[in-house]
């Protein structure tokens, strides 16, 4: 890796961007790809470089065409989800809006590579910009809401999740959107799966009067496949 590249990166890391999910390197083009996200927590950590001629020797990574997102969901999602992230920076408060534009922003780019964090900016006045650069960098406050903000926005109904403390139960539909739209870490549980788990240890527990009855409801209980 040539002396500029680790130099680059050492800087990324500084600024908070994630080796191998933020930015990465091409050992036989010799060029580094960075998402939106990561070079713009680049350029306020380092305001004073001359980042229009960096980029010259830097390929930065394109965002998903987001109409191919919203093609493939059906739905207009990046639309509904943007709307639903300036509600949320008007309703959340402090380290709460923080964690959610962490989980909406990073998560969605990370799995679809649609940039929301560019998409955002460019809708928010400059008052509204500063207001989410300050979350951006402050501690976080964990909530929960971002979940079903997603999974709505992705075309789900608001029944196909169910928020508990920091529990989300969700149904089959709505984790196969969260999934298709969204990627962290954080236990995700399947609605079907855990009724199924509880009929199982209902089953266990009153012993069964006949064994064979026993292995038919059971294996008509399984947990389908997660998608």
Request: proline fraction near 4%.
């Amino acid at each position: 890796m040539a002396d500029d590249a680790v130099r680059l990166f050492r800087m990324l890391v500084e600024a908070g961007a994630k080796p191998g999910e933020d930015f990465s390197y091409d050992r036989q083009t010799g060029s580094a790809q960075i998402t939106d996200l990561a070079f713009e927590k680049l350029k306020n950590a380092y305001p004073d470089v001359d980042w229009a001629s960096i980029c010259k020797r830097v390929e930065i990574d394109p965002a998903l065409p987001a109409e191919y997102l919203d093609s493939y969901l059906g739905v207009d999602f990046v639309e509904r989800i943007l709307t639903r992230v300036e509600q949320r920076l008007e309703e959340l408060e402090g380290g709460e809006a923080t964690w959610y534009l962490q989980q909406v922003l990073g998560g969605v780019e990370h799995r679809t590579n649609v940039s929301l964090y560019v998409l955002l900016q460019r809708r928010l006045s400059l008052s509204k910009q500063a207001r989410l650069e300050m979350l951006l960098r402050q501690s976080a406050t964990p909530c929960y809401i971002w979940m079903s903000d997603l999974v709505e926005a992705a075309g789900g109904e608001h029944t196909d999740i169910e928020l508990c403390g920091d529990e989300a139960t969700l149904t089959q539909q709505g984790l196969a959107l969260l999934t298709a739209v969204w990627d962290g870490e954080y236990d995700l549980l399947e609605e079907d799966s855990l009724e199924s788990e509880d009929s199982l240890e209902s089953e266990d527990s009153s012993g069964g009067e006949d064994s064979s009855e026993g292995e038919d409801s059971s294996s008509s209980n399984e947990p389908p496949e997660t998608p």
